[in-house]
């Protein structure tokens, strides 16, 4: 079970942060992210991480959040936290806490990753911008 808290409204160029527990699983090894969906939009993948060899963390952005999100997961794996910064209106969305074995994987080879590659979802929670 995906449980997701800090959604929230916030006017253009502030700031936000989700957080992702996961419980009743061993979650560790899986890739965790968020997916995102605007109304009348398709959802949309928003970040991952995943703990690799050696406890290496590593991550993946869509294009439209690169460089302005950041997803980091504790040390235990199990929690997941995705600060956003400085928020647009365009970030106006319900974001899902996504799990799945592989894929992280995917999305590496890939260079992409789509809703149909993760198994696990959270209910969501609401981020509205303002402008």
């Known amino acids: 079970r995906l449980v997701e808290s800090g959604g929230g409204s916030v006017e253009a160029g502030g700031s936000l942060s989700l957080t992702c527990e996961a419980h009743g699983y061993e979650w560790a090894s899986s890739c965790m992210g968020w997916f995102r969906q605007a109304p009348g939009k398709e959802r949309e993948a928003v970040a991952a991480?995943?703990?690799?060899?050696?406890?290496?963390?590593?991550?993946y952005y869509g294009d439209s959040v690169k460089g302005r999100f950041t997803i980091t997961r504790d040390s235990e794996g199990n929690v997941v936290h995705l600060e956003m910064s400085p928020l647009q209106p365009e970030d106006t969305a319900t974001y899902y806490c996504v799990a799945d074995p592989t894929a992280c994987g995917v999305w590496y080879a890939q260079g992409f990753t789509r809703p149909a590659d993760f198994r696990h979802w959270g209910q969501g929670t609401q981020v509205t911008v303002s402008s």
């Open positions: 991480i995943y703990k690799g060899y050696e406890g290496v963390k590593e991550s």
